[in-house]
């Protein structure tokens, strides 16, 4: 296919634009370095071609962190990444998905059809950009733990504040033992994610040796509370709880996906293994 006009240096500043994150493809997922998008060298620059799958926000942001293979022969050490950007030449998008959840934000496929750009555009070391991905992936794990944290705070927030109006044999259903007690199991759960999230964070920010391992067990934690907490919240709702005029179905079927992306948490628990304290 012929190659398409040449875009150098970002055209638009990065200020209040959207950047999405291409890593995942069809058939490289819990395997990233299975991936096959080509970055190949066009004189001084760089030729992309592949596509991606699952990619956030694909279609509304700007910028595109693309990682691509510049040497097949060297599998994860032959990786490079780049930005790309939504108005270059060659880039387009598939259908959105039709997702259980995380409905507010749109995920499509990304197409790099003989994307012509400088190498400028490059920003990793040729062949350094798996290492770069992986690193990238302790510091964002912890938004997912984050993200986590506030579905289940809410579920918390709204089945508490339900217990205590709805009434059945004649008291609220906070009185009785079985509701209280599913309460004070999911607030145990939420605050102990919260404080692992905390720690994780205060890590990321001061780069410490332990990052990995705190940042997947955060992720893998708050996301395996999420889940839980608003699984429970759904419950103390009883049939309301699983129709949509009350957030808390919303709330369970959003936090599936955390624990699903960002790696999965099986993933988490082999990088966990890996970096035992
Ligand atoms: C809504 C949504 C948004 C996303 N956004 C992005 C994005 O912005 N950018 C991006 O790059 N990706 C994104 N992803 C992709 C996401 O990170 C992948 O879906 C995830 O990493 C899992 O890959 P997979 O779906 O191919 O599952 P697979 O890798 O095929 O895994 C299938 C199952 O096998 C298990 N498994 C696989 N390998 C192992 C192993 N070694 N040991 C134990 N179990 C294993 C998995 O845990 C899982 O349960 C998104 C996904 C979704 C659904």
């Known amino acids: 296919m012929e190659a398409k006009s040449r875009k150098s240096a970002c055209s638009t500043t990065a200020q209040g634009k959207g950047f999405s994150y291409c890593l995942s493809e069809s ?27 699952w990619i956030s926000n694909a279609g509304e942001s700007e910028f595109y962190t693309v990682i691509a293979q510049t040497d097949p022969s060297l599998g994860s050490k032959g990786i490079t990444a780049f930005v790309l950007e939504k108005s270059d030449a060659g880039v387009s998008f598939g259908a959105p998905e039709k997702k259980m959840g995380f409905r507010g934000s749109p995920t499509r496929e990304v197409y790099f059809d003989n994307v012509e750009i400088g190498d400028d555009r490059r920003i990793s070391e040729v062949g350094k950009g798996f290492a770069l991905a992986m690193d990238t992936l302790d510091h964002t794990r912890i938004t997912i733990a984050a993200q986590a944290l506030g579905i289940a705070q809410g579920a918390l927030d709204f089945a508490k504040k339900y217990s205590h109006e709805r009434k059945q044999f004649g008291k609220e259903i906070f009185d009785f033992q079985g509701v209280q007690f599913m309460l ?16 994780a964070a205060a890590k990321s920010e001061r780069l410490d040796k332990d990052l990995k391992f705190f940042s997947a067990t955060s992720k ?3 996301t395996d509370v999420a889940m839980k907490v ?12 699983y129709v949509s005029d009350y957030p808390v179905e919303r709330m369970m079927r959003d936090a599936k996906l955390t624990q699903i992306y960002e790696g999965t948490n099986q993933i988490q628990r082999i990088v966990i293994a890996r970096n035992l304290p």
């Open 27 to 53: 058939e490289a997922g819990s395997d990233a370095s299975a991936l096959k998008t080509k970055a190949e060298r066009k004189g001084d620059g760089w030729v992309i071609n592949g596509s991606k799958k």
């Open 184 to 199: 004070a199991d999911m607030a145990i759960a939420v605050e102990t994610a919260r404080q692992i999230t905390y720690a």
């Open 220 to 222: 893998t934690y708050a």
């Open 230 to 241: 608003t699984t429970d919240a759904v419950q103390i709702l009883g049939g309301y709880g």
